[in-house]
Structure formats: C-alpha cells, structure tokens
C-alpha cells in the first residue's frame, strides 16, 4: 500500500484516489478488537470455528495474553498466543491461523489432511494440548513443582459423581469423574426439543441389565444396577455438545432435530445434593457452533459474542458479520458455550 504515493501516472492517481479511502473506511468500521476472521485453508472451518470460540473466551485470553504467562511458552501455546495476539490486537477484519494448523497437526498427526473434522473432538485435543503446554515446570523450578493445575482446567472442568444401586441388595456406591465437554443426547422421535431436554436424558436414572450389569461388592455377583447421575462441580466454563452424529444400524446419520436453547440456563436440577450450595448454576450463552449440511461434506460456522462490543457476530470462515441476538437460536447448532458469568471487556496490556 505504501508505494502507491510514489506512482505519478494518471490511472495510478484515479485508482489511489477511490481505493484507498474505501479501504481506510473499511479498516475503522471494523477495528474490532477479537473479532477477526479466520482464512480457510482447505476444508478448516471446523478449525476456525474452534479458534473462534476459544478466541471469545474471555478469562481464557486474559490469562494467555498476560506478560507474565507469556515467558516460557512452549508448542502448540506459544502459537495459540500469538494467533491470539493477532486477534484482539491487530487491525485487520480476518488473518490467516497457519501456524496453528501446521503445529496442529505437527502434533496430532490426524488433523494432517484436508479432510472434513469434528469440532468437537478437535476442541478437547486443543484444549488438551494447552492444558499440557500450560503445565510444563518452567525449568528454573523444582520439577515437583508441576502442577496439574491450569487455567485449562480451572476454567473448563467440572465433575461429574455417579451414584450406583444393586437392584438385588440396594447397596450403594459413589464415584466421581471429571468432565471438559458434557456430550448431551438428543431425544429420538421428535423433531423438536430444547438443550433442557437432552440434558433431562443425560441426567436421566438408567438401569444397567444383561451384559452391562455390574459386579456389586456385597453381593458378589453381577447385578442389574441402577445409575444415578448428577453435577457435583459446576465449571466455570461450561461446553455442551449436542450429539448430532450418530448410529443407525451399520449407517452413520446426522440427526436434525430442531434443538432449542436461550441466552441464559440453569443447571440446578442436576446438581448433586453436596453441590446445591455451589457458587453457580447459572450460565449466560456466549458461543454457538453451526453445523450445515451433510456428515462428511457439511460446513461450520460459530457464532460469538463480543465483550467489548456487547454484539454478536457470525464467523463463517473469513466472512464476519454482525447479527442480531435473534439469529443465535438456529435449528444447526451443534455445540454451546455458557460462562457463568457475563464477560466484561479483557485487561489486555495494549489494548
Ligand atoms: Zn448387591
């Protein structure tokens, strides 16, 4: 762009004269600070869409873009950062993430084609990823030093506790498991339902019986058990993915009930008796991942909301459009992000 001053014939003139205010007006409309279209390069919406989410992540991006955690960054975190850094703190309406597809798939072989992914399960291996990078020892600490502990975990995981019963003996057992991502089933039969629903059927007593009965340690034996499932640790960021790809007999089908959700939602139904006192249930709607089309050949698309701007945008690949609130709720989305709280504006140094 600079050189075009230095260029004296006419035509150069006229050209420099209408094109480049245009761009200029172009550039302030959208100084939007995270709000940044991905290129895609070759079949990645399902990698931009994931980028997207994790970049509309407010603690998430506040923690990475601090100083004091970006000395000694490593893999696949160190070229999130700086993907990131792109995103809130350049000035451009879309950027090109190829750094992180080639440390993507440097790592995870997998993702080293281009062939159509899920977004889901590449988000538990991104988010995986960091958790690992994150928890490195910074080698001036005692190796012991490393800790488990992550803002990867702090923000995204939550714990499940399950509650089994002998239908023989009525002996009861507890144990606990931690969860990133709760993959909610849809209701079969029905073309219409809300996340309420699926998350209902989640939650949901089952009775384990013949081949899944479980061996219960007063009896002895293998037992018809009931299930009881229930949240016992609300995270703080909570992902919902809805289980659109599923089996029908041999074949693989997508299933397209019409799934509805709001801006806001409560998981105090499905909190455990030790968690009705927890900090949150509550969650507000901040992320929502589309997906179009077919299985295979299908299309993602994210939709985000921005702290600093308090609007939504659909992100489909480098295309960035602002959208109503209304258009959130759409029949195509396949994964939900709540936060328990509003975010506010990041405190970003430089921004
Ligand atoms: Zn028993």
Redesign the pocket.
Known sequence: MSNTNERSNKDSFDFYFFFVPAVQTLAAVWNRPGVCGLDNSGNSCYLNVVLQCLCSTVPLVEHLLNQDTRRDLCRFAEVFVRLLEEMWLGRSSSCAPLEARSALSSILPQFNNYSQQDAQELLLFLLNMLHDDLKKPRPEQNRNCGSDFTIVSHLFEGQLSYMTL?M????QAHSKQTFTVLSLPIPTGITKCSVQDCLSLFFEQTVLTGGEQML????G?R?ETAVLTSLDKPPEILLLHLKRFGCKGKHQVKLRTNVGFSMKLDLTPFLSSSAQNASFSSYHLYAVVNHTGHLNTGHYTALCHSAPAQVWHCFDDSIVREVQDSVVQSPNAYMLLYSCKPFQKPKIHGL
């Open positions: 002998c023989h003996c009525d002996h219960c340690s007063v009896c034996l037992r």
